[in-house]
T-cell receptor
Framework: DSGVTQTPKHLITATGQRVTLRCSPR?????VYWYQQSLDQGLQFLIQ???????AKGNILERFSAQQFPDLHSELNLSSLELGDSALYFC?????????????FGQGTRLTVV | EDQVTQSPEALRLQEGESSSLNCSYT??????LFWYRQDPGKGPEFLFT???AGEEKEKERLKATLTKKESFLHITAPKPEDSATYLC???????????FGKGITLSVRP
């Protein structure tokens, strides 16, 4: 158990809909990362938050947005869903140590868009 | 832009048959190279972080090494429970994000 909690584990929704994925980081970790994993693309970085503020952005679509709340949990909002958005979405939290970053991943949310 | 290439894509071994997984990378200013193990439908599980060329780390049957251009994950006398996808990722510059390779799927036959 990595200590990172993601809900829900599975989500099935129709095209055009909007969903919210939730992530609770490990206790004490200030950074939260969101990644998308599809069969052909591998793990792709979407966005990072650090202590409530956006820190870095990757290949995140404009239809997607995220935020990190004062209690450090994070939500990833996906809207106007398309079939191609079907993927595993992972959240990771990390701690900045003296020698670098160690990231720990949740179990993921499997999103299926039909 | 950071790039990570892993080879081979898939590897089938007999139990006890040692081998190595390769991760080649191109980054501007490596901060760390990471190895993860991922089982089907689950999140990546952290294995190792390597920070500088020449560094080595070991954990049970796994040993990770790092040069200036690549990293190897050596698996000694693998068991069927070592079957998984092994992911390599790099972190560079001032950014904390990880850039992942596509992974190597390892199957160990009893």
């Amino acid at each position: 158990d990595s200590g990172v909690t993601q809900t829900p584990k599975h989500l099935i929704t129709a095209t055009g809909q909007r969903v919210t994925l939730r992530c609770s980081p490990r206790s004490g970790d200030l950074s939260v990362y969101w990644y998308q994993q599809s069969l052909d693309q591998g793990l792709q970085f979407l966005i990072q938050y650090y202590n409530g503020e956006e820190r870095a952005k990757g290949n995140i679509l404009e239809r997607f947005s995220a935020q990190q709340f004062p209690d450090l949990h994070s939500e990833l909002n996906l809207s106007s869903l398309e079939l191609g958005d079907s993927a595993l979405y992972f959240c990771a939290s990390s701690v900045e140590g003296r020698y670098g970053t160690e990231a720990f991943f949740g179990q993921g949310t499997r999103l299926t868009v039909v | 832009e950071d790039q990570v290439t892993q080879s081979p894509e898939a590897l089938r071994l007999q139990e006890g048959e040692s081998s190595s997984l390769n991760c080649s990378y191109t980054v501007s200013g490596l901060r760390g190279l990471f190895w993860y193990r991922q089982d089907p439908g689950k999140g990546p599980e952290f294995l190792f972080t390597l920070y500088s060329a020449g560094e080595e780390k070991e954990k049970e049957r796994l040993k990770a090494t790092l040069t200036k251009k690549e990293s190897f994950l050596h698996i000694t006398a693998p068991k069927p429970e070592d079957s998984a996808t092994y992911l390599c990722a790099v972190q560079s510059g001032a950014n904390s994000k990880l850039t992942f390779g596509k992974g190597i799927t390892l199957s160990v036959r009893p």
